[in-house]
Nanobody, 113 residues
Framework: QVQLVESGGGLVQAGGSLRLSCAAS????????MNWYRQAPGKQRDWVAT???????NYADSVKGRFTIYRDNAKNTVYLQMNSLKPEDSAVYYC???????WGQGTQVTVSS
């Protein structure tokens, strides 16, 4: 059974930073491409970033240059370092392995102006 537990969200002022974590279990983490998504109230869930098993990263244009996705295979955890946060980054953030249609509970990020 795949389980995903996101953490690290919170309230931060514009320009601040947060680091999100997603601990995965029930999968062979090291071979899975991992993704971060986000969903703001009343909006669809949008893709934010991807990291492949070989640590190749890709980002949505809206976060490129500000967010960094990375992974620690020894801890079965994927991270999202978010810098220079903007109010429009406020959302619930979720992680998901590409190969599985499973979502965690998400972690709330709120950026105040």
């Amino acid at each position: 059974q795949v389980q995903l537990v996101e953490s690290g969200g919170g309230l931060v002022q514009a320009g601040g930073s947060l680091r999100l974590s997603c601990a995965a279990s029930g999968i062979i983490f090291s071979i899975n491409t991992m993704n971060w998504y986000r969903q703001a109230p009343g909006k669809q869930r949008d893709w934010v970033a991807t990291i492949t098993r070989n640590a190749i990263a890709n980002y949505a244009d809206s976060v490129k240059g500000r967010f960094t996705i990375y992974r620690d295979n020894a801890k079965n955890t994927v991270y999202l370092q978010m810098n220079s946060l903007k109010p429009e980054d406020s959302a619930v953030y979720y992680c998901r392995p590409t190969a599985y249609n499973t979502w965690g509970q998400g972690t709330q990020v709120t950026v105040s102006s």
